[in-house]
């Protein structure tokens, strides 16, 4: 009788654990306007980004129509290496504008997935006011402050 007690009280603790788990995964994510809310803004950031690339590969291809073929011969390698750092900096500026094309595309797949928003170290929600800024974060600001420590501390 006593063993039978015991299951009833061990499988009662269990479906207590299980019902805070489901509330906390309710909580651990955001609603579906909530999330739309977050694409639209995305979207935007997106399409701007988009742009911006598009100028900066113009920039670093010379395809303006831009030339040093003008200038005198004195001023001609003063103009090329300052043209060739010039193509340098917006190749990087493009790469970079790149990646955070990726970071946005990729937190539309998570927002797809339903795991937008989600904390990658903490597993808890990302505030709002985060997430409206820089939309494509996959860090709350205590484990991306813990991120940098650990940089200047390597």
């Known amino acids: 009788m006593e ?14 654990k299980t019902v805070p788990a489901k ?14 809310e ?23 291809s010379n395809s303006g129509g831009e030339d040093i073929n003008d200038t ?4 001609k390698i003063l103009e090329e290496g300052s043209q060739v750092l010039s193509k340098e900096e917006n190749s990087a500026l493009a790469m970079r504008q790149a990646k955070f094309i990726k970071s946005l595309e990729n937190a539309l797949i ?3 997935n339903k795991t937008y928003g989600i904390c990658r170290v903490t597993g808890e ?5 985060r997430l409206r800024v820089v939309p494509h974060a996959t860090l709350c600001i205590g484990a991306k402050n813990d991120q940098k420590k650990m940089k200047n501390i390597l």
Do not use: C
């Not at 929600?125 to 006011?129: G, M, R, S, T, V």
């Open 23 to 36: 509330e906390a995964h309710a909580k651990n994510s955001y609603s579906d306007e909530e999330l739309q």
């Open 125 to 129: 929600l990302i505030p709002k006011e």
């Open 38 to 60: 977050f694409k639209d803004i995305i979207l935007a950031k997106l399409e701007e980004a988009k742009k911006d690339l598009e100028i900066l590969t113009e920039a670093f």
């Open 3 to 16: 063993k039978k007690v015991e299951k009833g009280l061990a499988k009662d603790a269990e479906v207590k």
């Open 110 to 112: 998570r927002i797809q």
């Open 72 to 75: 005198s011969h004195s001023f």
